[in-house]
């Protein structure tokens, strides 16, 4: 059974932080990728960050520069630091393991059953 536990959100002012993780099960952890993945209403998931087995990281053009992730496989954890928050970073955020990785740019999901996710929103 493959768990995805989402925590850290909250309510922050604009160009706050916030430190969000991810516990994932490790037999998906150990070996892939991780992501975060963000959702606002009416809108599809999109993939905003991600970090490879080996380290590597990638972001999306919008959060490059002010959001940070990374990786304790020891912990079978992934995290988000998220500084210079903006009211447009406003959404519901879930990690999962991305489908591929290519030219350090990731794609897709592997876990079906997405995890509840974690809320954060950004007031200005």
């Known amino acids: 059974q493959v768990h995805l536990v989402e925590s850290g959100g909250g309510l922050v002012q604009a160009g706050g932080s916030l430190r969000l993780s991810c516990a994932a099960s490790?037999?998906?952890?150990?070996?892939?990728?991780m992501g975060w993945y963000r959702q606002d209403p009416g809108k599809q998931r999109e993939l905003v960050a991600a970090?490879?087995?080996?380290?590597?990281?990638n972001y999306a053009d919008s959060v490059k520069g002010r959001f940070t992730i990374s990786r304790d496989n020891a912990k079978n954890t992934v995290y988000l630091q998220m500084s210079s928050l903006k009211p447009e970073d406003t959404a519901v955020y879930y990690c999962n393991a991305p489908a591929g990785c290519s030219g350090n740019r990731c794609y897709g999901y592997l876990v079906h059953a997405w995890g509840q996710g974690t809320q954060v929103t950004v007031s200005s």
């Open positions: 970090i490879t087995s080996g380290g590597n990281t």
């Open positions: 490790r037999s998906i952890f150990s070996t892939n990728a």
